[in-house]
């Protein structure tokens, strides 16, 4: 059994809107409902915990899953004070025995259902795969000052994206030694990876943005036009 773990308890505070960026319309939908829709549309994935902030608890049932026209509503969980909490709260929701979670930013609208398919296939055969693209630019390792101190070899760097799977007691067990031994990361897979479990990588997809600007919806608007 898979389960889709959206996680939009973040406070948007780039998007400079009054409104959560999660809530804000892209294509005629909030953009949360078409990250919905896109786990929703996976026949693999047989639940959707969402993770958002308790007091918009109401606001998402009444507002966010009618506007994404699901088969299934989603479990709707209230989220923590970071996002490393909130994905914790979802985890701890979910009492299915189920093989593989998929963990998934709630700003990342346009996810395929191919991504999603090769994510789960790659987390059954190697426990942790995430989707990541390949680093473009020259990156450069500045000092205090601003002066560059090294041009960093891009060969084997590249952007992780989301949705990162798991098999679902590795990334359950994950969390809790992180809670134990007071790690803090940006993304589940770090955590795996400072326990010293192997995450394997499949190739992601430039589209698969995270809308965290207003230049982000507007490219993502250009994308859904596509």
């Known amino acids: 059994m898979i389960t889709a773990l959206i996680v939009a308890a973040g406070q948007g505070v780039r998007m400079g809107t009054a409104q959560r960026k999660q809530y804000l319309t892209l294509c005629g939908r909030p953009i949360l409902a078409h990250t919905l829709r896109a786990f929703d549309g996976c026949e693999q994935v047989a639940q959707i915990v969402l993770v958002v902030p308790e007091s918009e608890i109401d606001y998402c049932r ?11 509503d989603p479990l709707l969980v209230p989220g923590g004070t970071r996002r490393q ?3 914790y709260r ?8 189920d093989d593989v979670v998929l963990i998934h930013d709630g700003v990342r609208p346009l996810v395929t259902q191919q991504l999603i398919e090769r994510c789960i296939e790659g987390a059954r055969q190697w426990g942790a795969c995430i989707p990541v ?3 473009t630019d020259t990156l450069k390792r500045i000092d205090a000052r601003g002066a560059v101190t090294a041009t960093v070899p ?3 760097l590249c952007k992780a994206q989301t949705p990162q ?4 007691a590795l990334i359950q067990r994950a969390h809790q030694w ?3 031994h007071d790690i803090e990361a940006t993304d589940d897979a770090s955590l795996v990876e400072r326990m010293g479990a192997p995450v394997h990588t499949i190739a992601g997809l430039p589209t698969n943005i995270k809308i965290t600007s207003p ?5 993502a608007e250009a994308y859904f036009s596509l």
Do not use: K, N, W
Request: proline content about 8%; aromatic content about 2%.
């Open 165 to 168: 799977a798991f098999h679902l």
């Open 215 to 219: 230049m982000d919806l507007r490219r």
């Open 62 to 72: 009444r507002e966010i899953v009618p506007a994404a026209g699901l088969r299934h």
């Open 178 to 180: 992180a809670r134990e």
């Open 85 to 87: 909490d909130s994905v």
């Open 133 to 135: 693209v390949p680093v």
């Open 90 to 97: 979802g985890l701890q929701s979910i009492t299915t025995p």
């Open 154 to 156: 891009r060969e084997t």
